[in-house]
T-cell receptor
Framework: GIQVEQSPPDLILQEGANSTLRCNFS?????LQWFHQNPWGQLINLFY???GTKQNGRLSATTVATERYSLLYISSSQTTDSGVYFC????????????FGQGTELSVKP | DTAVSQTPKYLVTQMGNDKSIKCEQN?????MYWYKQDSKKFLKIMFS???????INETVPNRFSPKSPDKAHLNLHINSLELGDSAVYFC????????????????FGAGSRLTVL
């Protein structure tokens, strides 16, 4: 099956700093989503981005499908950005079966 | 509010008991899912239903039985609970079963934390 690896596993930032989270995947994908799991446990969909670049406020994401990676950029980080960021993919004829990476745990300090 | 809603949010029970978690979505989606998040925060799919039909069934013990009375509801029943069943269970839905060429964005519920003592 496909492997989804995220880096770094943990990240501590000072408020206002920028960061880049990476997701590598071992096979071609049909679907790639980035999620934020906040400290209360809720999974929030950030981007649906199987290829290309999207931006939403301080967040942006880029997926280079031919090179099998995706990047999530967080600019001017805020304490509310803390939590775990997950990359998840669907490959082949797997329908809606999202395969999750292990996540990047981000802590933004005031 | 349009959403995926799960009940209960917290569930504490004894080993050997039977419990259910309910899920409802009012997004008009055709496909619903159950995911399990373990203590290390790893998320893995358990089941998926498309318009009441089971389409994904991962290697899950027979003690877990999903039931979909209609395409807006997907409930999870667990028999003879074990300590290892303690986890957060997430329900999700998506517009369709995920054609490779289509955008099939999953929306997740808030999760149900199950603790087995």
């Amino acid at each position: 099956g496909i492997q989804v690896e995220q880096s770094p596993p943990d990240l501590i930032l000072q408020e206002g700093a920028n960061s880049t989270l990476r997701c590598n995947f071992s096979d071609s994908v049909n679907n790639l989503q980035w999620f934020h799991q906040n400290p209360w446990g809720q999974l929030i969909n950030l981007f649906y981005i199987p290829s290309g670049t999207k931006q939403n406020g301080r967040l942006s994401a880029t997926t280079v499908a031919t090179e099998r990676y995706s990047l999530l950029y967080i600019s001017s980080s805020q304490t509310t950005d803390s939590g775990v960021y997950f990359c998840a993919v669907v490959y082949g004829n797997q329908g809606g079966k999202l395969i999750f990476g292990q996540g990047t745990e981000l802590s933004v300090k005031p | 509010d349009t959403a995926v809603s799960q009940t209960p949010k917290y569930l504490v029970t004894q080993m050997g008991n039977d419990k259910s978690i309910k899920c409802e979505q009012n997004l008009g989606h055709d496909t619903m899912y159950w995911y399990k998040q373990d203590s290390k925060k790893f998320l893995k799919i358990m089941f998926s239903y498309n318009n009441k039909e089971l389409i994904i069934n991962e290697t899950v013990p027979n003690r877990f039985s999903p039931k979909s009375p209609d395409k807006a509801h997907l409930n999870l029943h667990i028999n003879s609970l074990e300590l290892g069943d303690s986890a957060v269970y997430f329900c999700a839905s998506s517009p369709d079963r995920g054609r490779p060429s289509g955008a099939n964005v999953l929306t997740f519920g808030a999760g149900s934390r199950l603790t087995v003592l």
